[in-house]
């Protein structure tokens, strides 16, 4: 298999604290991967290492087959995005010239400013001056400004925190959309939604440590007790082990139109974090 | 370097620059200093005068011009992205000195066509004046990589302003020949260029040009500390 990541047993320390602990995984191309923890368990510390930002500690890592040493170089910039999570705009300036600024040293068409402006649906705004923008439309601005030179790579460090629920939903919108034509997408967040909406595979990082890595759904399946619940019109709560054995009882039940309310008990992939690593994810 | 990467980095800059009051009004200053220096002298303007506008447009203008757009892409963040894209270190520095040399060369001229005093610049101190643009820039580079924050750079060019940019105006405390404070303000940058005019002698560009490599060396440890605290 070809992947895009390749990591190691890396490790990463800043003097005495240690902020990423001999990590080993694999993103293969395609993939929308998160990195899913809460403060400080060291999400930027990942994406920056990845990004030839940081240097490693020990450990290997490869990024679109080159190797660390080769990630500081034009070569690898250019086929890279990066959105961190201090990421910021030229105020004073309009959106159209912070584009402007990022065609030409990606060496991009001024053409594709108003494509990519399509995209995040921010065309008619272009004049505008960034001071004057609300926050959720710079971050738009900012996926733009990421995205113009058609990286094969992205790196988003929390992309949406701090945004409205409708901004939020653009954005996922446009990396969907993204990852449909082929960029593979390598994100962290504290978000256990957007973990779960947004990504085919999910690393739950806990003081530098991938606690679980998988399928959001297949996390949240193997930490559910299997079982239905139902909920009757009396009050009463049954439950049910998920199994095709109990199909009859099930069907019972609903014909004795007794049920007001049936729902699984798999859990959020919050509450599979809390279970595993005994820390909410909200701090 | 790249050619284009810096055209784009300079483009961006002198756009943000006309759009930057703290940045605007430092030419404006030595310009209405000039206007102000030609009505007040109306046949002979001293030369110490028109040294301290050149000084101040080097300091306030050159030097400070860089400062504030190096130390502002470091406190906004935007360095981090520019860092991220395929321009490098050099691009960016230079696409910023470009900035800092064009908006220094047309406020000296200006400056110097409102004081009608084109007979001070003689070969040497046309030489002198390239070295000095030199210098202050560097000086610029070196503070705007220091400095934490946009604050601590308007504090640096306080001593800048004063100590570099206003040196020649230590002739006018008559002190006494080879006293100690003229001794140390002759050898200061724009004093030595002052001489250079008055003169005529290649001596104070041998050591305009040993100011050029201290500015150079300091720029260089700046570079190294900046690039150590990340
Ligand atoms: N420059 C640094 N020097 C020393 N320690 C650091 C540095 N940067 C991060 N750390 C430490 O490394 C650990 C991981 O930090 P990191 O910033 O990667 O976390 P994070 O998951 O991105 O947190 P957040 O959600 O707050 O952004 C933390 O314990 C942090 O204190
Ligand atoms: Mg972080």
């Known amino acids: 298999m070809d992947y895009v990541i390749n990591i190691n047993n890396l490790s990463k320390s800043y003097g005495n604290t240690q902020a990423l602990k001999d990590i080993t995984l694999q993103v293969p191309k395609g993939q929308i991967f998160g990195l899913l923890g809460p403060s400080g368990s060291g999400k930027t510390t990942m994406i920056k290492t990845l990004t030839g930002e940081l240097k490693k500690t020990s450990g290997e890592i490869q990024v679109l087959n080159m190797d660390e040493d080769q990630l500081s170089t034009p070569n690898y910039k250019a086929k890279i995005g990066v959105l961190s999570d201090n990421s910021a705009l030229y105020e004073r300036l309009s959106i159209y010239d912070n584009l402007k600024l990022t065609c030409k040293l990606y060496d991009v068409s001024l053409n594709e400013i108003d494509t990519i402006l399509e995209k995040v649906n921010l065309i008619d705004d272009k004049k505008k001056v960034v001071s004057k923008l609300s926050k959720g439309m710079k971050q738009r601005v900012m996926l733009a400004r990421t995205l113009i030179h058609k990286p094969d790579l992205l790196f988003l460090d929390e992309p949406t925190s701090a945004l409205d629920p409708g901004n939020v939903d653009k954005i996922h919108q446009i990396l969907r959309e993204l990852n449909e034509e082929g960029t593979t997408i390598f994100l962290s967040t504290h978000n256990m939604e957007e973990a779960t909406n947004l990504c085919n595979c999910v690393g739950l990082l806990y003081k530098g440590i991938i606690q679980e890595m998988d399928h959001p759904d297949n996390l949240r399946y193997q930490h559910s007790t299997n079982q239905f619940e139902v909920e009757t019109h009396d009050g009463e709560l049954i439950k049910i082990e998920n199994k095709p054995e109990n199909s009859g009882q099930i069907e019972q039940l609903i014909a004795s139109g007794r049920v007001k309310r049936m729902y699984t008990d798999d859990p959020t992939l919050g509450e599979v974090f809390l279970k595993v690593t005994g820390k909410d994810l909200g701090s | ?230």
């Open chain 2, 1 to 230: 370097m790249n050619t284009k990467r810096v055209l784009a980095i300079f483009e961006k800059d002198i756009k943000d620059f006309f759009k930057n009051t703290s940045l605007i009004i430092m030419p404006v200053v030595p310009i209405l200093l000039a206007v102000f220096y030609n009505a007040l002298f109306d046949d002979f303007i001293p030369l110490f005068t028109i040294f301290i506008i050149i000084g101040m447009v080097f300091a306030g203008v050159t030097s400070y011009c860089i400062m504030i757009m190096m130390a502002e892409e470091k406190e906004k963040n935007t360095l981090r992205t520019l860092m991220m894209s395929p321009a490098s270190f050099l691009d960016i520095i230079v696409g910023k000195s470009l900035v800092a040399i064009v908006m220094t060369i047309s406020t000296l001229l200006i400056s110097i066509v409102f004081l009608d005093v084109y007979h001070v610049f003689n070969l040497q101190t046309i030489l002198g004046s390239i070295l000095l643009l030199l210098f202050f820039i560097l000086l610029g580079i070196g503070i705007g990589l220091f400095a934490k924050s946009i604050a601590a750079t308007s504090v640096y060019i306080m001593p800048i302003i004063f100590i570099f940019g206003f040196s020649p105006m230590f002739d006018l405390f008559g002190l006494e020949e080879g006293h100690f404070v003229n001794v140390i303000f002759d050898a200061l940058p724009v004093s030595l260029l002052m001489q250079a005019s008055d003169e005529g002698s290649w001596m104070p560009l041998i050591l305009i040009t040993i100011w050029v490599v201290v500015a150079y060396l300091f720029a260089l440890f700046s570079y190294q500390k900046n690039k150590n605290d990340d």
